[in-house]
């Protein structure tokens, strides 16, 4: 070689070292990339309950009670947000010795020892704090919707405050904190049995406990504005791109397939519970399709980093139609009264997902692989059923006697004349809308 | 000096309005409301459940007139709301005793 052509070629190979310095993992350190995809997806599932979900619900119940459930999502979002950085966080994410299986510690209590530089993998500490946040946020929020135009506001802060301690910590800290069914290879990749199947059965024992809302099911309780359904809906819709391609704690490949198969679930439950209302009832509706589309968000949660598209395709439909019969049929059959469905859509959705999670993560089927310990589909899916059993079981026995303590010591219903008169007024004294 | 209330279908409003214009009716008023009469109700479906409803929406048009124009009042409205099905509404004549134009205290006929 000529000395020009030598140095050209120096000159090539120290750049291309250079360049792919930054991509080889030495220690974990800061990556901005992962950082930055991070902070978006924590303000992306802060926006799935205020105002995503809160518009959902809000919408489906009557105008005299709008902003009975927009307060209740607002104060839960703030209520948790203080809970989670003095206590919540070190229970959820800390080791909890002795007890660590079960429950984390107190290690990081007000937020002790998280500063501006620590890390956690490759993304700040706080970042990835708050966006665990933003979970315990929504998780508490989805409960509003099936004790709606009914409960007291006093009660459901101290039920919320309770629940986030004895259930919904305990079970973070399972599923990701170290605990035990961390240690089954249960695969829960942003929150199927965490999020919804906790707060979907939490929604049924709640509905169970505070009885149906009077003259439920005879008088038209019809929603009031579905337009604020839909706008709610789609928000939550986008929103969990953050939800679960964030739930990856990094900007990769993972996360890519993650907001792949959650948008390809989410549209075909959307289309799934579509056309069988336009079977089942002669015609499609609006509040249908907005439903099977949270349906699908739901169930493609605990499988977003285990499955591919062809598998996200069959979760979406299975999500679509299940959860169709179970707010349409099944509980008008078991005669409860979950105003706006929150055990039909996200306790079942939350099975759904969690069961074919263990059959499609199978790299045969287009999925990622099994988790942990299993090299099977049967072993998965057992894994699975544990995940789900165990935390129905919890959260249905702890669930209903913090309820009946609160009950017995304050009462958890209004009276029937500020049920009558709407709670926006008898509550808040407050009118939604002054036309 | 009579009353005029008719009950018609919503979108039967400006044909009614424009009618009325014609025959020299100056001022009338106009409220929403909610009704039946032989008229069915439709149902509506909300995940499920199923509700019918039998309250249709109708408007109100009210318009005090003297004795003289009745009968062309009457015409004018039955003509311009009427669609042949049911549900077209009713008019309703009441006897009206005394009226006052506010701005300037005129009574009676001068005050239509």
């Known amino acids: 070689m000529t000395i020009q052509k030598s140095q050209w070629a120096m000159k090539s190979l120290l750049i291309t070292v250079i360049s792919v310095?930054?991509?080889?993992?030495?220690?974990?350190?800061?990556?901005?990339?992962?950082?930055?995809?991070?902070?978006?997806?924590?303000?992306?599932?802060?926006?799935?309950?205020?105002?995503?979900?809160?518009?959902?619900?809000?919408?489906?119940?009557?105008?005299?009670?709008?902003?009975?459930?927009?307060?209740?999502?607002?104060?839960?979002t703030s209520l948790m947000t203080v809970?989670?950085?003095?206590?919540?966080?070190?229970?959820?994410?800390?080791?909890?010795?002795?007890?660590?299986?079960?429950?984390?510690?107190?290690?990081?209590?007000?937020?002790?020892?998280?500063?501006?530089?620590s890390l956690s993998?490759?993304?700040?500490?706080?970042?990835?704090?708050?966006?665990?946040?933003?979970?315990?946020?929504?998780?508490?929020?989805?409960?509003?919707?099936?004790?709606?135009?009914?409960?007291?506001?006093?009660?459901?802060?101290?039920?919320?405050?309770?629940?986030?301690?004895?259930?919904?910590?305990?079970?973070?800290?399972?599923?990701w904190g170290g605990g035990w069914l961390g240690d089954y290879g249960v695969l829960d990749f942003a929150g199927g049995t965490v999020?919804?199947?906790?707060a979907g059965v939490a929604g049924l024992v709640a509905a169970l406990m505070l009885g149906k809302r009077k003259g439920y099911p005879n008088v038209a309780m019809p929603p009031h504005n579905l337009t604020l359904t839909v706008v709610g809906a789609s928000m939550l819709w986008?929103?969990?791109?953050?939800?679960?391609?964030?739930?990856?704690?990094?900007?990769?490949?993972?996360?890519?397939?993650?907001?792949?198969?959650?948008?390809?679930?989410?549209?075909?439950?959307?289309?799934?519970?579509?056309?069988?209302?336009?079977?089942?009832?002669?015609?499609?509706?609006?509040?249908?399709?907005?439903?099977?589309?949270?349906?699908?968000?739901?169930a493609i949660t605990p499988a977003s980093g285990s499955v591919g598209p062809m598998g996200a395709l069959a979760i979406g439909a299975a999500a679509g139609i299940g959860c169709f019969f179970?707010?349409?049929?099944?509980?008008?059959?078991?005669?409860?009264?979950?105003?706006?469905?929150?055990?039909?859509?996200?306790?079942?959705?939350?099975?759904?997902?969690?069961?074919?999670?263990?059959?499609f993560a199978a790299t045969s089927l287009g999925g990622a692989g099994f988790g942990e310990g299993n090299s099977t589909m049967g072993s998965q899916v057992i894994a699975q059923l544990i995940g789900v059993a165990s935390t129905i079981a919890f959260t249905m026995v702890m669930s209903f006697i913090i309820l009946k303590v609160i009950d017995v010591i304050i009462g958890l219903r209004v009276n029937e004349e500020q049920e009558a008169k709407g709670l926006d007024i008898a509550l808040h004294e407050e009118r939604g809308y002054i036309i | 000096m009579k009353m005029v209330t008719?009950?018609?279908?919503?979108?039967?409003?400006?044909?009614?309005?424009?009618?009325?214009?014609?025959?020299?009716?100056?001022?009338?008023?106009?409220?929403?409301?909610?009704?039946?009469?032989?008229?069915?109700?439709?149902?509506?479906?909300?995940?499920?459940?199923?509700y019918i409803v039998d309250f249709l929406p109708k408007v109100k048009v009210e318009a005090a007139v003297s004795e003289d124009v009745l009968e062309q009042v009457i015409e004018a409205i039955s003509k311009s709301a009427n669609t042949g099905k049911i549900g077209d509404g009713k008019i309703f004549v009441y006897g009206l005793e005394q009226t006052i134009r506010i701005r300037t205290g005129e009574t009676g006929k001068n005050a239509l």
């Open chain 1, 326 to 359: 179970a707010a349409t049929k099944l509980k008008y059959v078991l005669d409860y009264d979950d105003s706006l469905d929150v055990f039909g859509v996200h306790a079942i959705g939350g099975i759904i997902g969690a069961i074919l999670t263990g059959v």
């Open chain 2, 6 to 50: 008719a009950i018609i279908k919503p979108f039967k409003l400006d044909d009614v309005r424009e009618a009325l214009s014609e025959i020299g009716v100056q001022g009338i008023t106009v409220t929403e409301v909610k009704g039946f009469g032989r008229q069915k109700g439709h149902t509506e479906l909300y995940r499920g459940a199923e």
């Open chain 1, 21 to 76: 310095l930054p991509s080889m993992a030495f220690a974990e350190e800061l990556s901005s990339g992962d950082t930055a995809w991070m902070l978006t997806a924590t303000a992306l599932v802060l926006f799935m309950t205020i105002p995503g979900l809160s518009l959902f619900y809000a919408g489906m119940v009557r105008s005299k009670n709008v902003l009975s459930v927009l307060m209740q999502c607002f104060a839960i």
């Open chain 1, 121 to 175: 993998g490759t993304i700040p500490e706080t970042v990835f704090m708050t966006f665990q946040m933003t979970f315990v946020i929504i998780t508490p929020a989805l409960i509003v919707g099936a004790f709606a135009e009914r409960m007291k506001f006093s009660a459901m802060l101290i039920f919320m405050t309770l629940w986030a301690t004895l259930v919904y910590a305990p079970v973070c800290h399972w599923v």
């Open chain 1, 238 to 298: 986008v929103g969990w791109f953050g939800f679960n391609a964030g739930s990856e704690l990094a900007a990769d490949g993972v996360a890519g397939m993650a907001m792949a198969v959650t948008q390809i679930a989410t549209a075909t439950a959307a289309l799934a519970w579509m056309f069988c209302e336009w079977a089942s009832h002669g015609k499609p509706s609006v509040l249908g399709i907005a439903s099977g589309a949270v349906g699908g968000l739901v």
């Open chain 1, 83 to 117: 809970l989670w950085v003095l206590y919540l966080y070190s229970l959820a994410f800390t080791d909890g010795g002795a007890m660590n299986a079960f429950i984390g510690g107190l290690d990081k209590v007000f937020l002790t020892g998280v500063g501006v530089d």
């Open chain 1, 195 to 198: 999020v919804h199947i906790n």
